[in-house]
C-alpha cells in the first residue's frame, strides 16, 4: 500500500480540533490568602451529612466493581419523583449523558440545535460526534422558542436546552418549553436540560418529567452536582422514554458512576431536609447579592439558578475583565465569560454569606462606591 497520500502520524478527525477545550471555573486566585470559589455553581451548604456518611462506607469496598445499572440510586430517584426507574439512566455527571445523546443521535451531517448562551458542553458534545453545532439567537439573554424553530432544518437531530440556562439565569416557562416540543420534527430530540430545577421558584416553571412521560422525543437531564453539592462525584442521570433509554444503555460507560458516588447520591436524595436548607439558603442570597449588586448601579440578569450573570460598563476602569482581576486578587474567584461571547460579564455564584457579602463589599470598592455591607 502505498504511504506517499497518509499522513506520517495519527490525525484527529477536523471535528474534534474545531473544539476549544473546555475551560471549568477556576479554583486558584494566586497569592495565599483565603479563596472564596464563586465560580462552578457549587452548594455553598457542601453535601448532605448523610451523602458523605454513605460515602465514607462504601469507601471500605473499593475492591468491588460498582452496580453497573445502578439499581439501588435509580429506585431512590424513581421513589423521590414519581417516575418508573426503568426509564432512569444514570451517568458519569449529566456531562456524560450529554455526550451520549449527541453521539447516539447526531453524526457527520446532522445539525446539533442550543440557544446562543447555552451550555458550552452542547457545543462540545456535537462537535464530538462529527455533527455540526448552530446556535439560535436569544432575545434579551433568554431563549428564543421562535429562533430556535426557525433554526430547525432537515439536518437537525438535537435540541438542547438548558432551563433554566447556564450561564445567563433565565428560564422559559412550561408553557414556552410545551410550544417547542409541539413545532419540532418527530424525529428531533429535545433535550430538556435541568440541572437548576430544584432552585427555580416559579409557578410557570416545570422541568419537564410531564413532557418526557407524554412524547417519543423528549428527555430530561438531572444532576447531583449542584443542589446536592455533590459535583467532585460525578453523577447526573436522565429520563427518557424507552426507546432512548435502551440506546444510551448500549454506549455509555459499563460501570460509569463508581460505588462511593452511587452510594452518596441516593443518601443525598433522600435528605430533604438538606435540599430544603440549600433551596432557602439560594432564595435568600440570590435576591439579597441581586439587590446588592443592582444598588451598585450594576446589571444583573433575573436569575432562577444559584447563580447570577453580572453585566459590567465598557468604560475603562469598570469593565469584567478588571473586575475580575481586583476580586481575584482579593481571593474572589468569579466566571469569566469569554468562552460564552460575554465578555462585558461575570457569573457569580450565590455563595455563603461571608463570601456573598465580601464580593459585594470588594466590587463596591471596585467601582468607586461606599458600601455598608
Ligand atoms: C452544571 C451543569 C450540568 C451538570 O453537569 P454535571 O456533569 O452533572 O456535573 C449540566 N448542565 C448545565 C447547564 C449545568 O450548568
Redesign the pocket.
Known amino acids: 500500500m502505498s504511504s506517499a497520500a497518509l499522513p506520517s502520524r495519527p490525525t484527529p478527525r477536523p471535528s474534534v480540533m474545531a473544539i476549544e477545550a473546555y475551560v471549568p471555573g477556576k479554583a486558584h486566585a494566586g497569592g495565599g490568602g483565603r479563596v472564596y470559589k464563586l465560580s ?2 457549587e452548594n455553598p451548604l457542601g453535601a448532605s451529612p448523610k451523602a458523605l456518611e454513605a460515602f465514607r462506607a462504601a469507601g471500605g469496598h473499593l475492591e468491588l466493581y460498582p452496580d453497573g445499572s445502578a439499581v439501588a440510586l435509580r429506585a431512590a430517584i424513581g421513589a423521590t419523583y414519581g417516575l418508573d426507574p426503568s426509564r432512569i439512566v444514570c ?6 449523558l ?1 455526550a451520549v445523546l449527541a453521539h447516539v443521535y447526531a453524526g457527520p451531517g446532522d445539525e446539533v440545535l442550543y440557544s446562543q448562551h447555552g ?1 458550552l ?1 452542547y457545543r462540545v458534545a456535537a462537535l464530538a460526534a462529527g455533527a455540526t453545532p448552530i446556535v439560535a439567537p436569544e432575545k434579551g439573554y433568554v431563549t428564543d422558542v421562535d429562533a430556535i424553530l426557525a433554526a430547525v432544518t432537515e439536518r437537525t437531530r438535537i435540541v438542547f436546552l ?1 432551563n433554566p ?2 450561564p445567563t439565569g433565565t428560564y422559559i416557562p412550561f408553557d414556552e418549553v410545551k410550544r417547542l416540543q409541539r413545532g419540532l420534527p418527530g424525529n428531533v430530540l429535545l433535550v430538556l ?1 435541568a ?2 430545577a430544584e432552585y427555580v421558584r416559579r409557578n410557570d416553571y416545570e422541568s419537564g418529567i410531564e413532557l418526557v412521560a407524554t412524547c417519543p422525543n423528549v428527555v430530561m ?1 438531572r ?4 443542589i446536592y453539592g455533590l ?1 467532585a462525584l ?3 442521570w436522565m429520563y427518557a422514554p424507552a426507546e432512548v433509554v435502551e440506546a444510551v444503555n448500549r454506549i455509555r460507560g459499563v460501570f460509569n458512576v463508581n460505588a462511593p458516588a452511587l452510594a452518596a447520591a441516593a443518601a443525598a436524595i433522600a435528605d430533604t431536609a438538606h435540599v430544603e436548607a440549600s433551596v432557602a439558603h439560594n432564595a435568600k442570597w440570590l435576591q439579597w447579592l441581586d439587590d446588592e449588586l443592582t444598588a451598585l448601579g450594576l446589571t444583573v440578569l433575573p436569575s432562577v439558578g444559584n447563580f447570577l450573570l453580572v453585566l459590567f460598563p465598557q468604560t475603562p476602569g469598570h469593565t469584567a475583565a478588571e473586575a475580575d482581576a481586583f476580586l481575584s486578587a482579593r481571593g474572589l474567584i468569579l466566571r469569566r465569560m469569554d468562552g460564552y461571547g460575554i465578555p462585558q460579564a461575570l457569573r457569580l455564584t450565590v455563595g455563603t454569606e461571608e463570601a456573598n457579602r465580601l464580593v459585594v463589599a470588594a466590587l463596591a470598592e471596585f467601582l468607586g462606591k461606599s458600601h455598608g455591607a
Not at 91 to 96: A, I, L, R
Not at 223 to 226: E, Q
Open positions: 462552578a455553581n451517568g458519569t455527571g449529566s456531562d456524560e450529554i451550555f458542553l438548558a440556562n447556564n436540560d440541572a437548576y437531564l444532576t447531583f452536582s449542584k459535583a460525578r453523577v447526573g
